[in-house]
């Protein structure tokens, strides 16, 4: 098992950056695969970026494929989410989440079994 907590979110302007962090502990962080989803008041859980357990493939949502940056470091057990240009709709709940590597790499929620307690990040106009 693994489990997860995220840091990093905050309050920032529109076009501003942040960074997320996700920290694991347990065994074998570098036996998952990552990723990074979001949800909005009233909005369903969204996939917003995914990193191969050894960090060479990675996948991301149209809506953020630009701006936003995946990326992990097995030896400190971490996976993090840069993000530039920040706009008004990237406000949410954003989460972190493994799935074993035996699975194969995953978009939707249901297909990751650890989840973090997420971290706020809204985007101001």
């Known amino acids: 098992q693994v489990q997860l907590v995220e840091s990093g979110g905050g309050l920032v302007q529109a076009g501003g950056s942040l960074r997320l962090s996700c920290g694991a502990s347990?065994?074998?962080?570098?036996?998952?695969?990552m990723g990074w989803f979001r949800q909005a008041p009233g909005k369903e859980r969204e996939f917003v970026a995914t990193?191969?357990?050894?960090?060479?493939?990675?996948y991301y949502a149209d809506s953020v494929k630009g701006r936003f940056t995946i990326s992990r470091d097995n030896a400190k057990n971490a996976v993090y989410l840069q993000m530039n240009s920040l706009k008004p709709e990237d406000t949410a709940v954003y989460y972190c989440?493994?799935?074993?590597?035996?699975?194969?790499?995953?978009?939707?929620?249901?297909?990751?079994?650890?989840w973090g307690q997420g971290t706020q990040v809204t985007v101001s106009s």
């Open positions: 990193i191969s357990w050894g960090g060479v493939r990675t």
């Open positions: 347990g065994r074998n962080f570098s036996s998952y695969h």
């Open positions: 989440a493994g799935l074993p590597r035996a699975q194969g790499m995953g978009v939707h929620p249901h297909e990751y079994d650890y």
